[in-house]
């Protein structure tokens, strides 16, 4: 399930504790060099984060790669059952008569299932990715005109926009890592489902057992990633607003710092 914008701002109001006041932040601000920090601050954050956008776009194409190879195989099995029905069994005494067919029929559909899973994740992990990959890379150049002192040359107001965008760009972005986070719960959740299904198979109790253990590891992770993403975007609006309030004695600091 797709949680909303709205949801994530009402889960701001649960985690203000997990981060200072804006005013003791900014009191922390001091020479050239801290500002350079508390700035570069902000770029690891939102490169964490995309990062992080960009691995679970990768699994996702991986598991889509899966799913196509495998898909082979199922159809294969299943034409080999239709033409049994249809023919009475025809399939299944022809591999019985030829044994050496069965190892045609199923290293052709290895030869198949491979390339295609293959062809599906790469064509997959490139089309989930090149939302985030030109972000990335804009937030690389950005760094680094901040890193070489280039902020005169390039405009100061060039890099305040570029900031300022690549926030806008996360804030868009946060319904998908809530969701990312929350099917993250799940899995867990899955894991600890069959895990105890599997050690208490012989139990009478061994399957309510393990739904009820699955819930709970569900539950309490789904509460642990909604924290930690809320306390994700309450940090990004805590950068955001600082930098808004002393954009130009940001970047006057940092080529003061680096002269």
Same mark, same amino acid.
């Given at each position: 399930?797709?949680?909303?914008? #709205?949801?994530?701002?009402?889960?701001?109001?649960?985690?203000?504790?997990?981060?200072?006041?804006?005013?003791?932040?900014?009191?922390? @601000?001091?020479?050239?060099?801290?500002?350079?920090?508390?700035?570069? #601050?902000?770029?690891?954050?939102?490169?964490?984060?995309?990062?992080? /956008?960009?691995? *679970?776009?990768?699994?996702?194409?991986?598991?889509?790669?899966?799913?196509?190879?495998?898909?082979?195989?199922?159809?294969?099995?299943?034409?080999?059952? =239709?033409?049994?029905?249809?023919?009475?069994?025809?399939?299944? $005494?022809?591999? =019985?008569?030829?044994?050496?067919?069965? /190892?045609?029929?199923?290293?052709?559909?290895?030869?198949?299932?491979?390339?295609?899973?293959?062809?599906?994740?790469?064509?997959?992990?490139?089309?989930?990715?090149?939302?985030?990959?030109?972000?990335? *890379?804009? /937030?690389?150049?950005?760094?680094?005109?901040?890193?070489?002192?280039?902020? #005169?040359?390039?405009?100061?107001?060039?890099?305040?926009?570029?900031?300022?965008?690549?926030?806008?760009?996360?804030?868009?972005?946060?319904?998908?890592?809530? $969701?990312? *986070?929350?099917?993250?719960? @799940?899995?867990?959740? &899955?894991?600890?489902?069959?895990?105890?299904?599997? &050690?208490?198979?012989?139990?009478?109790?061994?399957?309510?057992?393990?739904?009820?253990?699955?819930?709970?590891?569900? /539950?309490?992770?789904?509460?642990?990633?909604? $924290?930690?993403?809320?306390?994700? =975007?309450?940090?990004?609006?805590?950068?955001?607003?600082?930098?808004? #309030?002393?954009?130009?004695?940001?970047? *006057?600091?940092?080529?003061?710092?680096?002269?």
């Amino acid at each position: 399930m797709r949680i909303g914008t #709205e949801e994530a701002i009402y889960l701001l109001g649960l985690t203000d504790f997990l981060v200072p006041p804006l005013e003791e932040v900014s009191e922390t @601000l001091g020479a050239g060099d801290e500002i350079s920090s508390s700035l570069f #601050e902000i770029f690891d954050h939102m490169d964490s984060l995309v990062d992080y /956008l960009l691995r *679970k776009r990768r699994e996702e194409a991986g598991w889509l790669g899966v799913l196509a190879a495998v898909l082979v195989w199922f159809f294969g099995v299943i034409g080999v059952i =239709i033409v049994n029905l249809l023919a009475d069994m025809y399939a299944t $005494k022809y591999f =019985i008569e030829h044994p050496d067919s069965n /190892l045609i029929y199923f290293g052709f559909l290895l030869a198949l299932s491979v390339p295609l899973g293959l062809m599906t994740y790469f064509y997959a992990k490139k089309r989930y990715t090149k939302e985030y990959l030109p972000w990335k *890379k804009t /937030l690389n150049e950005l760094r680094k005109t901040i890193t070489e002192s280039r902020t #005169e040359r390039t405009s100061r107001t060039s890099v305040t926009e570029t900031t300022l965008r690549l926030m806008d760009q996360i804030n868009a972005w946060i319904p998908d890592l809530m $969701k990312h *986070k929350g099917e993250e719960a @799940l899995t867990y959740g &899955i894991v600890a489902f069959l895990l105890t299904a599997f &050690i208490s198979a012989n139990s009478t109790l061994g399957m309510p057992m393990a739904l009820l253990i699955g819930v709970i590891v569900w /539950l309490y992770f789904r509460y642990e990633k909604r $924290k930690e993403t809320a306390h994700q =975007i309450q940090m990004l609006r805590t950068w955001r607003k600082k930098f808004e #309030e002393g954009k130009d004695y940001f970047l *006057k600091g940092i080529d003061e710092g680096r002269a």
